[in-house]
C-alpha cells in the first residue's frame, strides 16, 4: 500500500511541475510552499512517515547546502535565478525524496 501511495504521489508532483500554473496559479516560492506543505500533510495522514536524513540526502545530491530551512532557494535567488525556476527544483526535491522512500522500502 505504502508503495502505491509513494508512487501516485510522484507521477502527481511530477504533473504539478510540468503544470504549475494550473495547480498554483500564479507560480511563486510562497505558494508552492503552502502546496508542498499540504501535500505533505496529505501524505502523513496516509501514514507516510518524513525524516530529514531522506530529505538532507536529496538537497545533498542536488549539490545543495543541507539546513532546517530552504538556504539553497535563498541563494538562488541572490544569484538571480527565477522564482519560476526555484519552484521547480523545489518541487523536484520533493518528489527525489519521496523517491529515496521508496528505494529504502522492503520488496
Known sequence: MTRSILEDAIRRL??????AEMHLGRVTLERSKAYLDGFRMGLR??????SF???QEATEARGWEF?????WQDEMLRNGVPEEKIVEHAIQ???DELRLML???PE
Open 14 to 19: 511530477e504533473d504539478v511541475n510540468y503544470r
Open 45 to 50: 495522514s496516509a501514514q507516510i512517515e518524513f
Open 53 to 55: 536524513d531522506l530529505l
Open 67 to 71: 539546513a532546517a530551512g530552504p538556504i
Open 93 to 95: 526535491l520533493f518528489i
Open 103 to 105: 528505494r529504502d522500502l
